[in-house]
């Protein structure tokens, strides 16, 4: 196989795969069933926004598509990688080196400075730091000014970019944000949304983001409803307003 053919099938081939998963949490009579028979595959260079109501089971899809739950049944495929049964040294690495995460809280270390921050998962790696990637990151993320800050030296948005940044560096199969606008107040939110969304378009980036704001999954190229573990919807091309109607819909449908 030539290369070329090599890089068409990437990009034809899902960067990720779900295949009818359940999950259940805990055991015997105190038994949540979580995700119930989903399957979806996320197309490379897409964003996928996830929506639905409070407990329909969205960060748990988010966290098995992540590889950082094993789902109780059904399959995860990460590029080629099958994660079901995966050691857990073997999964720690694929997460290392697939997988990108933005989480609604940040988690950055507020010891180190946003550019040690970003720099952390390739240290980790014991990669080599790449300059001219985190140059352009850093810029377009608009915190190459912001480099030599402290966490708590940033607002809340300037954090979630740094953080964006962070997960990008590795140049991840996926980059999976639960609720990353969900701290943040409007303006902030455009900020980090519009660095996601370019994320993809510029950069080829595939985007998973977990939201319950209808503005921020119209940012996304589709959106997923769910309810009570079960997709009940897919919306392509989303307008708030579309996205706001349905979830009115779903909410009066239970
Ligand atoms: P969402 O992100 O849509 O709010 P979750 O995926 O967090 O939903 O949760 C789906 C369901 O699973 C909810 O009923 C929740 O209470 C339950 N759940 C989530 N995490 C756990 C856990 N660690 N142990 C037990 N139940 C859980
Ligand atoms: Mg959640």
Wanted: proline content about 5%.
């Amino acid at each position: 196989m030539t290369a070329q053919q090599t890089s068409a099938e990437q990009r034809l081939s899902p960067a990720v795969s779900l295949t009818r998963i359940r999950h259940v949490y805990g055991a015997k009579e105190t038994t949540v069933t979580a995700l119930n028979d989903v399957s979806w595959d996320f197309t490379p260079g897409t964003f996928t926004a996830v929506m639905g109501p409070s407990g329909s089971g969205k960060t748990t899809l988010l966290q098995c598509a992540a590889g950082l739950l094993e789902p109780t049944a059904g399959s995860v495929l990460l590029g080629d990688h099958r994660l079901n049964g995966m050691s857990e040294k073997k999964l720690a690495t694929i997460r290392r080196d697939m997988v990108g995460f933005v989480f609604q809280a940040f988690n950055l270390m507020p010891a180190l400075t946003a550019a040690e921050n970003i720099a952390l998962p390739l240290r980790l790696a014991r990669r080599a730091p790449d300059q001219t990637w985190m140059d352009e990151l850093t810029r377009r993320a608009g915190i190459a000014d912001r480099l030599s800050h402290r966490p708590h030296e940033l607002s809340g948005g300037q954090q979630q970019r740094v953080a964006i940044c962070r997960a990008l560096i590795t140049k991840p199969r996926v980059l999976c944000a639960d609720e990353p606008t969900g701290a943040l107040d409007k303006a902030s939110s455009k900020a980090v949304l519009s660095v996601l969304r370019d994320a993809v378009n510029d950069l080829g980036q595939t985007v998973i983001m977990v939201t319950h704001d209808p503005v921020a999954a119209a940012h996304a190229d589709q959106v997923l409803f769910l309810v009570d573990g079960s997709i009940v919807d897919v919306m392509e091309t989303p307008t708030p307003e579309r996205v706001s109607a349905t979830m009115t819909r779903l909410a009066g449908e239970d």
